[in-house]
């Protein structure tokens, strides 16, 4: 390029996992390497399904990991379906198919709304990938204090609340009655969804909810939480239990 100077640059990786239970294909996702064992279960969870444990089978290719799930009936997936970095749901074939039945969050924690409001610079300031390659989505889960417990990065917005969603699991933590997520990213459906079959009441992004996502949180009890940055924020469902 004329004037111009040639200089290295780090991406984000990105490569397909292939999900597989009892040997079936369910899923293909675009993803960010690591992590693939708290995906893997994160999303089963998120679909309604009970996993136990997940591996990458020692007979199969890189990249493809086999979940156990007692009880998974095949006919509940219509199809495999392919999962892209920006879209969780894409491929399915009709709404009913992308809703998961949960409980709503009776959950009575409450936070501070100027905690609140500070949780994606705290989120910003433990993203190692993103300030290298400015080119991944975050979720963390933090106490009502404002602790972070768990954070992932991934180029999907829905990989990165998976692999939140599985350590939890991992760890024994679900339901998650007494955290708080904070996104990246906006409030869509799908991570609005996530939350809710997770059990965990306060939601907050640094972007925009969609309508969708506020329907959902308010039948589901979940407090959302949009436009985080700085000391503002705007609460749309059960306000509650932002205090101050």
């Not at 993803?31 to 998120?46: I, K, M, Q, V």
């Not at 970095?85 to 009913?96: P, Q």
């Not at 996104?183 to 306060?202: D, H, M, T, W, Y």
Request: charged residues 25%.
């Amino acid at each position: 390029m004329p004037g111009g100077r040639e200089e290295r640059d780090q991406v984000a990786v990105e490569e397909p996992l292939e999900i597989r239970i009892g040997g079936r294909p369910v899923a293909v996702t675009m993803r960010t390497p690591g992590h693939d064992e708290e995906l893997a279960l994160g999303f089963c969870l998120s679909e309604g399904l009970q996993p136990r444990a997940a591996a990458p089978p020692a007979d199969l290719a890189a990249n493809t990991i086999e979940v156990e799930a007692p009880g998974f009936d095949p006919a509940r997936v219509a199809r495999s379906f392919y999962t892209s970095s920006s879209c969780g749901v894409c491929g399915k074939g009709a709404l009913e198919a992308v809703s998961v039945e949960a409980p709503r969050v009776e959950s009575r924690l409450q936070a501070d709304a100027a905690l609140l409001a500070a949780l994606p610079d705290r989120l910003r300031e433990a993203q190692p990938a993103f300030a290298a390659t400015g080119g991944l989505h975050a979720t963390g889960l933090f106490d009502a204090a404002g602790e972070l417990f768990c954070l992932r990065e991934d180029v999907g917005r829905h990989n990165a609340m998976d692999k939140v969603i599985g350590r939890a699991f991992l760890d024994g933590r679900l339901p998650l009655g007494d955290t708080i997520l904070c996104v990246s990213g906006r409030l869509s459906f799908e991570l609005v969804q996530k939350a809710a079959v997770a059990g965990c009441p306060i939601m907050v992004a640094v972007g925009a909810p969609s309508s969708l996502a506020l329907e959902l949180g308010a039948d589901r009890g979940l407090t959302l939480c949009g436009f985080a940055r700085g000391e503002r924020l705007n609460v749309y469902t059960e306000a509650w239990r932002v205090a101050g």
